[in-house]
């Protein structure tokens, strides 16, 4: 079973909803909707399944649905047509009390607009979901000052929103998603208010953290490197309309269209292709040469690259234990780098 399972959501916004459904079902354009109806197709037949413990990366561009479809999943926003289920769970069957308890415990979001209490400090602010466990006011401060530390932000945890940068809102807003310690971490744009220092400093310690707590995180980027790095899946939003989930090497490699290749256009491929996906067997035979580099089969290729260009050298592509799985050379370089 997968952690959460999106089936054949719809949402569209307007007066009557349900009036444009059969419109939309029938390939309908969102700006014919728009057009003819006045109503706006925030999603359009999305399905999706995302699995325990993974970082599954949402990315498109603005207007294309994305905090639709991640406020959808604690049910912020309820669906015009299909079922959103959370570990087996459909949350349309929540009743009111069941929703509370679920939105305290089982998800933790972290909103695109910060979504912070004005009148609390740093410190009320990142303990509130803790607040609302009752856990106790002391143990709330050990751990919200914890997590304050955790995104840089010690020193500042008595004053209030208005007196921090947009950047350091946003990762208020992070210490309050780590503090509740939900295993569903919804992320909008989590740090896309920052500079890009803390931002990849941010990256680093989440892909950390996430290797010790393997949380299931959803997470929406506008950025393609940040979806690169974070994601073990990208889904691809277009004006409502899903139109691919993959790992990164699949987004990069086989794009589905010209949206997505768009996208992908500048990539640096030595950034995602790791030595395991370009090598050629060790099954087909050694190749010979007497320049080598030992390289273990997880490392992406931008690590290794600058060592083997120059020098014409021989890749023997290891496993943890050390034993041969593949090699690499100019021919399988020329295959992975040079677009087709
Ligand atoms: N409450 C609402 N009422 C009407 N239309 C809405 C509402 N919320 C979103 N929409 C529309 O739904 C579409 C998807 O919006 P959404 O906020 O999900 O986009 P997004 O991908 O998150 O964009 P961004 O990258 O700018 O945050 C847009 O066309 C938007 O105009
Ligand atoms: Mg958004």
């Known amino acids: 079973m997968s952690k959460i399972e999106i089936n054949n959501i719809y949402k569209i916004f307007g007066n009557k909803p349900q009036s444009v459904m059969q419109m939309v079902k029938d390939g ?3 700006e014919e909707v728009l057009e003819k109806t006045g109503h706006t197709v925030g999603l359009d037949n999305v399905s999706l399944k995302i699995e325990e413990g993974e970082t599954f990366v949402c990315m498109g561009l603005s207007g294309s649905g994305k905090s639709t479809l991640i406020r959808h999943l604690n049910r912020l926003i309820e669906p015009t047509s299909g079922e959103i289920l959370v570990e087996g769970t459909n949350v349309m069957s929540l009743n009111k009390q069941e929703l509370i308890e679920f939105r305290r415990h089982k998800m933790s979001m972290v909103f695109q607009r910060f979504g912070l209490f004005p009148h609390k400090t740093v410190i009320q602010n990142v303990g509130y979901g803790l607040e609302m466990r009752n856990i106790t006011q002391e143990e709330r401060n050990k ?5 304050i530390e955790a995104v840089g932000l010690s020193g500042f945890e008595n004053q209030y929103p208005n007196q921090l940068s947009g950047g350091m809102q946003q990762r208020v807003g992070l210490a309050r998603a780590l503090a509740t310690d939900s295993d569903i971490m919804l992320m909008d744009e989590a740090f896309s208010a920052l500079d890009p220092l803390i931002r990849s400093d941010m990256q680093k310690q989440l892909i950390s953290l996430q290797s010790e707590l393997k949380k299931t995180i ?4 506008h950025d393609l490197d940040e979806s690169l790095r974070l994601g073990n899946h990208i889904a691809i939003l277009n004006a409502g309309k899903l139109v691919q989930v993959g790992t990164p090497v699949d987004i990069v490699m ?10 992908v256009k500048d990539v640096n491929r030595a950034k995602v292709l790791k030595a395991k996906v370009i090598m050629t067997d060790a099954k087909e035979g050694q190749p010979s040469g007497e320049n080598r580099l030992k390289v273990h089969e997880d490392e992406f290729l931008e690590e290794f690259l600058p060592k083997i260009v120059l020098n014409d050298v021989v890749v023997d592509v290891v496993d943890s234990a050390g034993h041969i799985k593949g090699y690499i050379t100019n021919k399988e370089l020329q295959s992975s780098l040079v677009k087709s």
Do not use: C, G, R
């Not at 751990?143 to 997590?147: D, F, G, L, N, V």
């Not at 959803?218 to 980027?221: A, G, M, P, Q, R």
């Not at 086989?254 to 996208?263: M, R, T």
């Open 28 to 30: 309908a354009t969102k």
């Open 143 to 147: 751990i919200a000052m914890e997590k």
């Open 218 to 221: 959803v997470f929406i980027t």
């Open 254 to 263: 086989n794009p589905a269209d010209d949206y997505v290749a768009a996208f």
